[in-house]
């Protein structure tokens, strides 16, 4: 591992049972995450789930849908899973959550940038390197952009698709507003994205330095 450009592949290599886990710990707490947030934020547990049949979803889009990039954008929208709250009164869903493909591939995505950075982290205090704050900066400031940014939600005061801005109007932010900071979501997305490589570049260098200095000895 003297080149630090190797030093996640060897390491992830090494613990990959561990780092396959943290990336299904991560996904599945970070959708338990916004379940909590919508449940504390309505008072309202959700009554209501729903598994759906994607594969034959899918095949009856194909079939049916004459252009090959219609037939695949349908595709990407369709739910996989759903769940949320439903009035008694008028039977629809004043929220939800729901979980589509790009949707569960990009928090997947995210879930292993981080996966790699903590068992960066354990081999990083295994060979003593000198404490460095800036990653775990770097890593903090991009976790909270992409879990802003991969939220799939739904809330029947936007009267919309489900959508990652929806959670920003949870929270207080107006519509018009949201609706504005949605147009930057692939700078957001980026930026979110490269801090998470550049708080990964900065362990494997401390790692690869640290080999070094063994080596050298």
């Known amino acids: 591992m003297n080149s630090w450009a190797t030093v996640p592949f060897a390491v992830v290599r090494r613990r990959w049972m561990l780092w396959l ?84 591939v990009q928090v997947m995505a995210v879930s292993a940038l981080g996966s790699t950075f903590a068992v960066l982290m354990r081999e990083s205090r295994r060979l003593a390197c000198p404490a460095n704050h800036a990653d775990k900066a770097a890593l903090g400031v991009g976790a909270g952009i992409m879990a802003m940014c991969s939220a799939s939600l739904t809330w029947v005061v936007c009267c919309a698709s489900p959508s990652w801005y929806v959670a920003l109007t949870i929270m207080g932010v107006s519509l018009s507003l949201a609706q504005a900071i949605g147009a930057y979501y692939t700078p957001m997305i980026t930026v979110g994205m490269g801090l998470f490589v550049v708080a990964i570049v900065l362990q494997a260098r401390r790692i690869a330095a640290a080999n070094a200095v063994r080596v050298g000895r």
Do not use: C, K
């Not at 943290?22 to 309202?44: E, I, K, N, P, S």
């Open 21 to 104: 886990s943290l990336v299904a710990a991560g996904t599945a707490l970070y959708y338990a995450g916004l379940l909590l947030v919508m449940v504390l934020r309505f008072d309202q547990v959700p009554n209501y789930a729903v598994l759906y049949h994607v594969f034959d979803s899918y095949l009856n889009i194909w079939r049916s849908t004459p252009s090959a990039a219609d037939a695949l954008h349908i595709m990407a929208n369709e739910p996989l899973f759903e769940t949320g709250f439903r009035s008694p009164s008028f039977g629809i869903a004043e929220w939800t959550l729901t979980i589509i493909l790009p949707n569960l």
